[in-house]
C-alpha cells in the first residue's frame, strides 16, 4: 500500500462500496450502459505490433518486384526475419488501371513481370506465394476514395494509373467488396493499408479536377479542420473495409492498416476497427517531424491495445537525420517506436544497408520491448519539452523505461524508484538495452544524457503493488469505449515542424489531429497533474465525466480506487458519480462527487470477471468540462 493511501485512509472521510451492498443495475440504453464485453478491435492478426518493410519511404512509387524481393532476401538473409519482420508491404504505384467495364484492378505487368500468368488475368498470387513460402507476410495498399495519393498529390512520380477518367479510379470507393475479394482470396494478401487521400482533396478548385483528369468528389476529410470533416461519413466507409476483410479473411489471419494520417479524429476511434491505425501526417527524415510523430501517440496509451495499435508511421532509420551519421538520432528512432508499441515497418532500401544499420535494427533486447506480450505503451513518468521519460510495464512483471533528450544541448536527468511505481527503498536492477550492461540503485539515480540521446533500459525492483497492478501500469488493457470527449477538438501537445512538402508556405503548422480530452494515464485529459480535495492522486487514470472504460481482467479479484472530481474543474457544482460493473452486473456506487470534495474510496470484489467496466456519469451535457478521477485504480489479488 503506498504512502498516499495508508495517509488518505486516515485523515478524509471516505466511502466504502463493496459489491455486496449494491442493488442490480437497471441500465439505460445509452453509451455509458455497460455492455460486459471489450469494444476494441480483436479482428485480424495483432496481438503484437506488426512489424515488416514497407516501399513507399524508400521508394515512393517507383516500386518493382525486383525491389520487393530483394528487400525480402535482405530480411530473409540478415535474420531479421527470424526476429519478427515479417510483412513485406507493396505501397502506391503497383497499379496499371480499373478494366471496364468489369471494374478488375490491373496490375502493372512490366514492374511485377511474375504477375504475367499465361491464360489469365494478371495476379499477384505468384508473388505472394513466393513470399509466403520465404516465412514472409504480404501487403499491399489502397485508397478509401476512387483515387490515390500518389494520384492526388505526387502526380508527376512515375507508374500513375493509366487510361479513361474511370480506369485511372483505382481506389476502393464503390468496389470494396470486389476489390478485397481480388486482394485477399484471390492474390493471397496478408495485409492492406488504405489511405484516405481521395476523399481529402478533389475539390472542385483541383487542377486536375478542373482538367477532367479525375472526377469531383465533395470531400469528407479535410486534414487542416475537424470542423470541416465529416466524421462520421469517413468512420463508415472503413468501417466497410474492416468488415469485408472479416468476410473474406473469415480465419481472421490478415492484418487492416488505417492510414487517415490523424484527422477525421482517427485517434479516437480507429482502435475499433483497424490492427493499426496512423495518428499523424506522413513522417519525412527530419528530427522535428520525428518529434512530432511521436507526440501524437505519447498521450494515446489508453487508445492502443493488443489488435489494436497507434501508429506514428514507417521507421526512417537509415534515412536524413536517421542515417549512419546521425547514430545517437537513428537509436532514438527507433528505441521510441519500440517503447510505444508502434508498428516496426522498416522505410530504407534494404540493397544499400549497412552492417551497422542491420545491427541496430536488428536489436533483440529493444524488439523484444515492442513486442512484449502485455502489450501496454508506454506512459510519461516525467513529461517536459526537453526531457522525457516513459515507463511501460512488462509481461513478466519487469518495466522498460526510456530517457529522451529531445534538445539540442545535454541534459541531466534522474530517475526515481516512484517513476517505476516500485519502492523506494530496495535495489532496482537496471539492464542497458543498448550494450547490455548492468547497473543498481537505491531510490533514485542520475544520468547524462548528450543531445538527442535516448538511454533504454529494462527494470527490476520491488513493486508499490506487490500483489497486483495500478490501471495506470497496464493501459493495453484498459479501452476507452466511450471518452466523454463531446466536440473533437485539436491536441495542442505536439511538437510542430514544417510538413516536408509544404515547407514555410502559408502560415504555419497548426494543431489539427483530434484527441484533446482524452482520457490519460496519471494527468488530467486536459494534461493537468492530477488532485482531488488538494490532494495529489498517484498512478491514476484522468477522464472526462460521462466516459466509460473497458477493463480487462487478467485473474485478479478486487478492484479498488479514490475517486472524485478533479481540481482541475471549474464547474465545481456539477457532480459526478462513479460506477463498476462487473460483466455487466453492477458492483459498486459512489456518492455523488463535486469539486472539492474529498476523494471516496471505491472497491469491488472483481473474482470471476472478465470485463470491468468503470463509467463516470454527469447527467445532461456538458460533462467535457468535468475532469472526474480514478485514483490509484488498481487490481489486485
Not at 512484449?372 to 522525457?388: I, K, Y
Not at 525492483?461 to 493501459?475: D, H, I, M, V
Amino acid at each position: 500500500m503506498t504512502r498516499s493511501i495508508r495517509s488518505g485512509l486516515g485523515r478524509r472521510l471516505l466511502l466504502l462500496v463493496t459489491a455486496a451492498l449494491v442493488p442490480a443495475c437497471a441500465c439505460a440504453a445509452d453509451p455509458l450502459a455497460p455492455t460486459g464485453r471489450w469494444s476494441a478491435n480483436m479482428r485480424g492478426q495483432a496481438p503484437v505490433p506488426p512489424m515488416g518493410w514497407s516501399s513507399w519511404n524508400a521508394f515512393a512509387t517507383d516500386v518493382t518486384e525486383e525491389k520487393i524481393l530483394a528487400s525480402a532476401e535482405v530480411i530473409a538473409r540478415s535474420g531479421l526475419a527470424a526476429k519478427g519482420y515479417r510483412y513485406i508491404n507493396i505501397d502506391d504505384g503497383w497499379w496499371l488501371k480499373r478494366r471496364q467495364p468489369d471494374g478488375r484492378v490491373l496490375i502493372r505487368t512490366a514492374n511485377f513481370p511474375s504477375a504475367n500468368v499465361p491464360g489469365q488475368d494478371p495476379s499477384f498470387r505468384p508473388l505472394t506465394d513466393r513470399l509466403h513460402a520465404m516465412g514472409l507476410k504480404a501487403g499491399i495498399y489502397s485508397d478509401i476514395g476512387r483515387n490515390s495519393c500518389g494520384q492526388v498529390f505526387s502526380s508527376t512520380m512515375p507508374n500513375q494509373p493509366e487510361g479513361s477518367v474511370a480506369e485511372r479510379e483505382i481506389g476502393l470507393y464503390g468496389h470494396v467488396d470486389q476489390d478485397l475479394r481480388l486482394y485477399f482470396a484471390d492474390w493471397g494478401f496478408d495485409f492492406i493499408k488504405v489511405d484516405g487521400c481521395g476523399i481529402r482533396a478533389l475539390t472542385a478548385s483541383n487542377p486536375d479536377v478542373r482538367s477532367g483528369k479525375y472526377r469531383l468528389f465533395t470531400p469528407l476529410d479535410d486534414a487542416d479542420s475537424l470542423a470541416r470533416t465529416n466524421v462520421p461519413a469517413v468512420r463508415a466507409l472503413y468501417a466497410d473495409v474492416a468488415r469485408t476483410l472479416a468476410r473474406y479473411r473469415p480465419d481472421n489471419d490478415y492484418l487492416f492498416s488505417i492510414c487517415l494520417w490523424g484527422s477525421a479524429d482517427v485517434r479516437a476511434w480507429g482502435k475499433d476497427l483497424g490492427g493499426l491505425s496512423r495518428t499523424s501526417e506522413d513522417l519525412s527524415p527530419q528530427w522535428g517531424r520525428m518529434l512530432h510523430n511521436f507526440d501524437s501517440v505519447t498521450h494515446r496509451a489508453l487508445y492502443a491495445h493488443p489488435g489494436s495499435w497507434n501508429d506514428a508511421d514507417m521507421l526512417y532509420v537509415g534515412s536524413g537525420d536517421f542515417d549512419d551519421r546521425h547514430p545517437t538520432e537513428a537509436r532514438t528512432h527507433f528505441a521510441l517506436w519500440a517503447m510505444e508499441n508502434s508498428p516496426l515497418f522498416i522505410g530504407y532500401d534494404l540493397r544499400r544497408a549497412s552492417p551497422a544499420l542491420l545491427d541496430l535494427l536488428g536489436n533483440a533486447r529493444i524488439i523484444a520491448v515492442n513486442q512484449d506480450r502485455a502489450g501496454n505503451q508506454a506512459t510519461l513518468a516525467f513529461d517536459s519539452d526537453e526531457v522525457q521519460i516513459l515507463v511501460k510495464t512488462l509481461a513478466d512483471g519487469q518495466k522498460a523505461v526510456a530517457l529522451f533528450n529531445r534538445g539540442s544541448g545535454a541534459a541531466d536527468v534522474t530517475l526515481t524508484a516512484s517513476h517505476l511505481a516500485m519502492v523506494d527503498t530496495a535495489d532496482v536492477e537496471l539492464t542497458d538495452l543498448w550494450s547490455g550492461a548492468r547497473s543498481r540503485f537505491v531510490g533514485e539515480h542520475g544520468f547524462h544524457l548528450a543531445p538527442r540521446q535516448t538511454l533504454i533500459f529494462t527494470a527490476r525492483g520491488t513493486r508499490l503493488l506487490a500483489n497486483g497492478l495500478f490501471l495506470s501500469e497496464q493501459p493495453g488493457s484498459v479501452n476507452p469505449a466511450v471518452d466523454g470527449v463531446e466536440v473533437p477538438t485539436p491536441d495542442p501537445l505536439i511538437h510542430r515542424a514544417p510538413l516536408a512538402w509544404r515547407g514555410t508556405h502559408g502560415s504555419g503548422d497548426f494543431p489539427r489531429y483530434g484527441g484533446w480530452g482524452g482520457a490519460q494515464v496519471d494527468r488530467t485529459p486536459y494534461d493537468q497533474p492530477i488532485r482531488i480535495a488538494d490532494q495529489a492522486v498517484d498512478h491514476s487514470i484522468g477522464v472526462l465525466a460521462n466516459s466509460r472504460l473497458e477493463v480487462r481482467n487478467a485473474g485478479f479479484t478486487r478492484f479498488s480506487a479514490r475517486v472524485g472530481v478533479d481540481d482541475a474543474t471549474t464547474e465545481r457544482q456539477r457532480g459526478v458519480t462513479f460506477l463498476v460493473f462487473g460483466d455487466g452486473r453492477l458492483l459498486a456506487r459512489s456518492r455523488l462527487a463535486r469539486g472539492g470534495d474529498p476523494a471516496q474510496v471505491l472497491t469491488a470484489n472483481v473474482a470471476g470477471v472478465r470485463i470491468i467496466e468503470l463509467v463516470a456519469q454527469s447527467p445532461g451535457a456538458g460533462g467535457s468540462r468535468i475532469s472526474a478521477d480514478w485514483g490509484e485504480a488498481a487490481l489486485t489479488r
